[in-house]
């Protein structure tokens, strides 16, 4: 059974950082790309940033590079670094497991990030 | 980058009516397509994936069409447990973008 566990989210002020990691089982984890997506509550879905197999990274351009995906494959582990962050970063942070055309078909059950003073 | 655009943005409806969520992309995407239900506390599921192809335990009362810009999902006779947020994603190019998503309600 594929599982995708997401960790590291919580309060942080605005302008400061946090690190978030998903920790995944249950499929070869080196041969799949990984995303992260993120949720305000109530509203649509955005993606946030993909890492391929080898190591490619993309990102939304609204991140404006404060963001960074990375991926440890000898821990099954992939991480999302998130710096200077601001009120309209507040999300729950999903990560996906991508396949075939890139389509996102396992999730995580999301860490929420509040970003308040 | 290109935009997705979802419509209707609500949409209310019965147990056993048909409806027809419609997402355009701004530009051709070929048949890069990808419908997601999302519903408060989980986490989102694939529904259809290269516009028309049903993800494995998906109900088949569920459908996509499409290729090019415009899309469609169609839910052909719904059921209580349909009544939530529909997005659609384009995996053509990054940034992969989804549309602002369509809630439906019971009417």
């Known amino acids: 059974e594929v599982q995708l566990l997401e960790s590291g989210g919580g309060l942080v002020q605005p302008g400061g950082s946090l690190r978030l990691s998903c920790a995944a089982s249950?499929?070869?984890?080196?041969?799949?790309?990984m995303s992260w997506v993120r949720q305000v509550p109530g509203k649509g879905l955005e993606w946030v940033s993909s890492?391929?197999?080898?190591?490619?990274?993309y990102y939304a351009d609204s991140l404006e590079g404060r963001f960074t995906i990375s991926r440890d494959n000898s821990k099954n582990t992939v991480h999302l670094q998130m710096t200077s962050l601001r009120a309209d970063d507040t999300a729950v942070y999903f990560c996906?497991?991508?396949?075939?055309?890139?389509?996102?078909?396992?999730w995580g059950q999301g860490s929420l990030v509040i970003v308040s003073s | 980058d290109i935009q997705m655009t979802q419509s209707p943005s609500s949409l209310s409806a019965s147990v056993g009516d048909r409806v027809t969520i419609t997402c355009r992309a701004s530009q051709t995407i070929s048949r890069y397509l990808n419908w997601y239900q999302l519903k408060p506390g989980k986490a989102p599921r694939l529904l259809i994936y290269a516009a028309s192809t049903l993800q494995s335990g998906v109900p088949s009362r569920f459908s996509g069409s499409g290729s090019g810009t415009d899309f469609t999902l169609t839910i052909s006779s719904l059921q209580p447990e349909d009544f939530a947020i529909y997005s659609c994603q384009q995996t053509y190019t990054s940034p992969y973008t989804f549309g602002r998503g369509t809630k439906l309600d019971i009417k």
């Open positions: 996906a497991r991508q396949v075939g055309e890139l389509e996102l078909v396992h």
């Open positions: 249950g499929f070869t984890f080196s041969s799949s790309a």
């Open positions: 890492i391929s197999r080898t190591g490619d990274t």
